[in-house]
């Protein structure tokens, strides 16, 4: 014979039932929330990262370049003001010339290198945009040239978060 059943093996009551999507709503909400702040974080990062990446390259171009050369082209360099203009003058790599031309500037919201003969090589990536490009010229207590570079970059396009990095440095002009 079987036993009747009583309220308590019937089923769920209403009260549990509430309770128990209650809870399965917090956890989903909880997860759900985690994971989009982790994804948030992971972008910060990579934008970060892209930018540090991108003006330290751009510097360490810049300084290797200044201390190759024998001197600062002045006719056309820009000096103390946003978005100057370096010029220097290198040895010339192929034997018909004795000297050639190198120049750091802004063209459009990238840093670009341009030497004599060649076309323009851009430094940064289109996801990158130059604020601040200004070069002083130093001297230093025997009469060297220094140039000192002050570099800002931003991250820009859909989906960035804001990063940005200002970077100084100062190079000596080693004059062969």
């Keep these: 014979m079987t036993k009747p059943l009583t309220r308590k093996t019937a089923g769920f009551t209403l009260m549990e039932m509430l309770l128990y999507v209650g809870l399965v709503i917090i956890v989903v909400s909880s997860i759900v929330i985690f994971g989009r702040w982790a994804i948030q974080t992971g972008s910060k990062i990579k934008s970060g990262l892209d930018v540090m990446d991108n003006a330290r390259r751009a510097m360490e171009i810049m300084a290797y370049e200044i201390k190759t050369s024998r001197s600062v082209y002045t006719p056309t360099s820009i000096f103390d003001a946003n978005f100057g203009q370096l010029?220097?003058?290198?040895?010339?790599?192929?034997?018909?010339?004795?000297?050639?031309?190198?120049?750091?500037?802004?063209?459009?919201?990238?840093?670009?290198?341009?030497?004599?003969?060649?076309?323009?090589?851009?430094?940064?990536?289109?996801?990158?945009?130059?604020?601040?490009?200004?070069?002083?010229?130093?001297?230093n207590s025997d009469r060297q040239s220094s140039i000192q570079i002050e570099l800002g970059v931003e991250s820009v396009g859909e989906g960035t978060y804001g990063s940005a990095i200002e970077l100084t440095t100062t190079a000596n002009l080693r004059a062969y």
């Design 87 to 139: 010029s220097l003058e290198q040895l010339a790599i192929n034997a018909s010339e004795t000297t050639t031309f190198t120049d750091f500037f802004k063209c459009g919201d990238w840093l670009c290198l341009k030497r004599d003969g060649a076309g323009v090589i851009v430094l940064t990536n289109d996801r990158i945009k130059v604020t601040k490009l200004i070069f002083h010229r130093l001297l």
